[in-house]
């Protein structure tokens, strides 16, 4: 077999067989199949794309190129969330401790963000301590013994999907349905979860922008999922806002610990009441939506949630007094209110460009290597049609530098819309799709 007659086969519109598509992963892992072949392959592959076998055989192979996770000492149903990832997305450090206070396993490999804000194990590193550099046998045990555990994904997980990304990245070939999907559920396929439930965002501040390609990634990924054997259902949500009022690690955290105290922004609350109610009835521990609904309200009103917050940073090595003292997470040194310049309505908010507001005052990554200040970032207190009068705050900014804190104010008023006419708030949650 050679990588030249599968470049040809692809260029041509025909189909890779499961066999040949083995073969071109695993050559590509180990060196033998070199970078400007594989470029190749994605181009011929981004222009006639791939069929629903050939996309599960390159998600399945790159599963299994490194460590595939085994679950099966952790009792119960294991069920995974995931999230094509938003500004203000802080949903994984309230929604996992809401179903794990209801005994659904949480098992979650999670990894450090690079763009506005961190990923989830940077904003948990908000809690002086914490870790997530726990072995594979630390992390099944403290699942069985305390329902909860989020470890670094490690080097050896779909380790084909880094090394074909990368590629990708630098090679124009990034947009394919297919490879996105096959990329993000190798990884999911790999943590070993027996059902994934997936938060597909759309909007300005999401990965896919268009209603239709976030619904289309949605049906592709759950038909991965389900041809893998795994039960998979997606949520397609908007993202053409902030999800909640908090942009920024620490920030975020505490809009999350304010969640699981009850008083989180509707928004919010809505997307984790709506995954997690998938999530219970994936891990038969509801028969109907409202039953789940039910419990996932009542473990905030009795407190259990926020315990099992408390007892999973413990675990790994935070101070699980910071999750009942918030005021006591990493604060910046100047904070100043960003006033409206005008009366009216948000007609609009260019949801990324506050996602790069955060990122000038510091508080995500432009390199691998950038550090993140933790403290920064900002509050909205106006969202899209909410009513607004000059010299009102449209948000709190949290900064440690000053220029930085100019920079990001300039920005953001840009990105807001406001005019005289009145605007419909837009729905959350766009749709559903299962297999």
Same mark, same amino acid.
């Not at 071109?24 to 076998?53: C, K, V």
């Not at 209801?102 to 914490?130: C, N, Q």
């Not at 995954?275 to 309200?297: C, H, I, P, T």
């Not at 990324?352 to 005052?361: F, N, P, Q, Y």
């Given at each position: 077999m050679r990588m030249y007659d599968l470049i040809m086969k692809k260029r041509n519109g025909g189909a890779l067989t499961e066999e040949e598509i083995r073969y071109m992963i695993n050559g590509f892992t180990i060196?033998?199949?070199p970078d400007y072949q594989m470029s190749a392959m994605m181009m011929a592959i981004y222009f006639q794309g791939m069929n629903e076998s050939e996309t599960l055989a390159l998600t399945m192979e790159m599963a299994k190129?490194?460590?595939m996770l085994d679950l099966s000492d952790i009792k119960g149903i294991k069920v995974d969330k995931h999230s094509t990832g938003g500004v203000g997305d802080k949903t994984s450090l309230a929604l996992t401790p809401m179903v794990a206070a209801l005994g659904v396993p949480v098992a979650k490999m999670s990894g450090r963000g690079l763009g506005h804000t961190g990923g989830t194990i940077d904003k948990l590193e908000s809690f002086a301590g914490f870790s997530t550099g726990i072995s594979e046998r630390q992390f099944r045990d403290q699942v069985n013994r305390i329902g909860i555990a989020i470890m670094g994904q490690t080097a050896d997980l779909a380790p084909a999907d880094k090394k074909?990304?990368?590629?990708r990245d630098v090679t124009a070939t990034v947009d394919n349905m297919s490879l996105i999907a096959s990329s993000i559920m190798s990884k999911k396929l790999a943590a070993g979860a027996d059902a994934i439930v997936l938060d597909v965002k +759309?909007?300005? $501040?999401a990965f896919m922008k268009k209603e239709e390609d976030s619904?289309?990634?949605?049906r592709e990924m759950?038909?991965?999922? +389900?041809?893998? $054997?795994r039960k998979t259902i997606a949520v397609v949500s908007d993202m053409d806002q902030p999800l909640g009022y908090a942009i920024g690690n620490a920030l975020e955290v505490k809009e999350a610990i304010d969640t699981l105290n009850g008083r989180g922004p509707t928004d919010f609350v809505e997307l984790c009441i709506t995954l997690g109610s998938y999530m219970v009835q994936a891990a038969g521990k509801a028969s109907s939506d409202e039953e789940a609904r039910a419990m996932l309200a009542k473990c905030i009103d009795d407190g259990s949630a926020l315990a099992k917050l408390a007892d999973f940073i413990e675990a790994q090595g935070g101070d699980r007094e910071l999750v009942y003292h918030p005021e006591r997470l990493p604060q910046a040194s100047i904070v100043e209110e960003i006033i409206s310049p005008c009366d009216g309505y948000v007609q609009k908010i260019v949801c990324d460009e506050i996602g790069i507001c955060s990122l000038i005052l510091g508080g995500g990554r432009e390199t691998k290597d950038s550090k993140i200040d933790l403290s920064v970032g900002l509050i909205l207190h106006k969202k899209v049609g909410d009513a607004v009068k000059t010299g009102e705050p449209l948000a709190v900014i949290y900064a440690n530098e000053y220029d930085k804190l100019e920079a990001a104010k300039a920005r953001f008023l840009k990105a807001y819309t406001i005019n005289s006419a009145a605007v419909a708030k837009k729905p959350l949650i766009k749709g559903i799709v299962n297999a």
């Amino acid at each position: 077999m050679r990588m030249y007659d599968l470049i040809m086969k692809k260029r041509n519109g025909g189909a890779l067989t499961e066999e040949e598509i083995r073969y071109m992963i695993n050559g590509f892992t180990i060196g033998e199949i070199p970078d400007y072949q594989m470029s190749a392959m994605m181009m011929a592959i981004y222009f006639q794309g791939m069929n629903e076998s050939e996309t599960l055989a390159l998600t399945m192979e790159m599963a299994k190129s490194g460590d595939m996770l085994d679950l099966s000492d952790i009792k119960g149903i294991k069920v995974d969330k995931h999230s094509t990832g938003g500004v203000g997305d802080k949903t994984s450090l309230a929604l996992t401790p809401m179903v794990a206070a209801l005994g659904v396993p949480v098992a979650k490999m999670s990894g450090r963000g690079l763009g506005h804000t961190g990923g989830t194990i940077d904003k948990l590193e908000s809690f002086a301590g914490f870790s997530t550099g726990i072995s594979e046998r630390q992390f099944r045990d403290q699942v069985n013994r305390i329902g909860i555990a989020i470890m670094g994904q490690t080097a050896d997980l779909a380790p084909a999907d880094k090394k074909l990304y990368a590629l990708r990245d630098v090679t124009a070939t990034v947009d394919n349905m297919s490879l996105i999907a096959s990329s993000i559920m190798s990884k999911k396929l790999a943590a070993g979860a027996d059902a994934i439930v997936l938060d597909v965002k +759309t909007g300005s $501040g999401a990965f896919m922008k268009k209603e239709e390609d976030s619904f289309a990634l949605a049906r592709e990924m759950v038909k991965l999922g +389900t041809n893998a $054997g795994r039960k998979t259902i997606a949520v397609v949500s908007d993202m053409d806002q902030p999800l909640g009022y908090a942009i920024g690690n620490a920030l975020e955290v505490k809009e999350a610990i304010d969640t699981l105290n009850g008083r989180g922004p509707t928004d919010f609350v809505e997307l984790c009441i709506t995954l997690g109610s998938y999530m219970v009835q994936a891990a038969g521990k509801a028969s109907s939506d409202e039953e789940a609904r039910a419990m996932l309200a009542k473990c905030i009103d009795d407190g259990s949630a926020l315990a099992k917050l408390a007892d999973f940073i413990e675990a790994q090595g935070g101070d699980r007094e910071l999750v009942y003292h918030p005021e006591r997470l990493p604060q910046a040194s100047i904070v100043e209110e960003i006033i409206s310049p005008c009366d009216g309505y948000v007609q609009k908010i260019v949801c990324d460009e506050i996602g790069i507001c955060s990122l000038i005052l510091g508080g995500g990554r432009e390199t691998k290597d950038s550090k993140i200040d933790l403290s920064v970032g900002l509050i909205l207190h106006k969202k899209v049609g909410d009513a607004v009068k000059t010299g009102e705050p449209l948000a709190v900014i949290y900064a440690n530098e000053y220029d930085k804190l100019e920079a990001a104010k300039a920005r953001f008023l840009k990105a807001y819309t406001i005019n005289s006419a009145a605007v419909a708030k837009k729905p959350l949650i766009k749709g559903i799709v299962n297999a």
